[in-house]
C-alpha cells in the first residue's frame, strides 16, 4: 500500500473521521503501511486522515531515552475517546502535514483515553507529558483540526504570512 503525506492547506484535512466498523485486513493494510511512513518522516505521531483515509485511526510512537521508536512502543488507536482530561500544559507543536512550522500550544496535561486495538479490542490508556499531547493533536486529525487553529488570532495570521513566503520561496526554487 503506497501513501503519501497530505499537506496544509489541502481541504482533506478537513474533512471528519468516519468510526471505524471492520477490523478486518484493510485496516491492518492500513496501519502497517502508516507506521513505516512515520518514523521515515521523523514523525511521533500520525492520522489517517494524513494519507487521506478519512476513518478514526491513528498511530503514535513516542521517542524512548535515547531518541529511539522501537516498534514494540507503537501504539495504534482506532475511534479514540477521551474520558477523562485534567491540569494544562503548553508544548511546541510541529505536524507532518504542516513542515517546517512549529508553535506553542496549550493542551490537557494528562488525559484518559478509550480506544480499540486493531482487532477491535476496548483498550484505555492515561497519557501524561509527550503522549498526551500527541494524542491530543492526533485526535483534532480526526476532527478535521490542525494545531494551526488553535493558535490566537495574531498568531494565526503570523502563520499564514510565514506561509506563504515559504510557498513563494518554493516556488522561485524551482
Ligand atoms: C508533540 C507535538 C506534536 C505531535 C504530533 C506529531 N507530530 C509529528 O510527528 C511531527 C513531525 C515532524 C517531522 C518533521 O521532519 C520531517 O518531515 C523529515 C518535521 O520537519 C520539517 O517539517 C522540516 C516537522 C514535523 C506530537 C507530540
Ligand atoms: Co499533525
Redesign the pocket.
Known sequence: MHLSIVEYPDKKLREKSLKVEQFDESLHKLLDAMYPL?VN??????AAIQVAVAKQVLI?N?PDEYGEQPKENLIEMINPIIVHKEGETV??????SV????EDIIRYEYVTVNYQDRYGNTQSIEAGE?LS??IQ??MDHLKGLL?IDRLSYSRRKKFEKEFKKVQKEKKNAL
Open positions: 512515520m518522516t521523523n514523525g511521533i505521531g500520525l503514535l513516542i508544548y511546541q507543536e510541529g505536524c507532518l513542515p517546517s512550522f512549529y509527550l499531547i500527541a493533536h492526533e494545531f
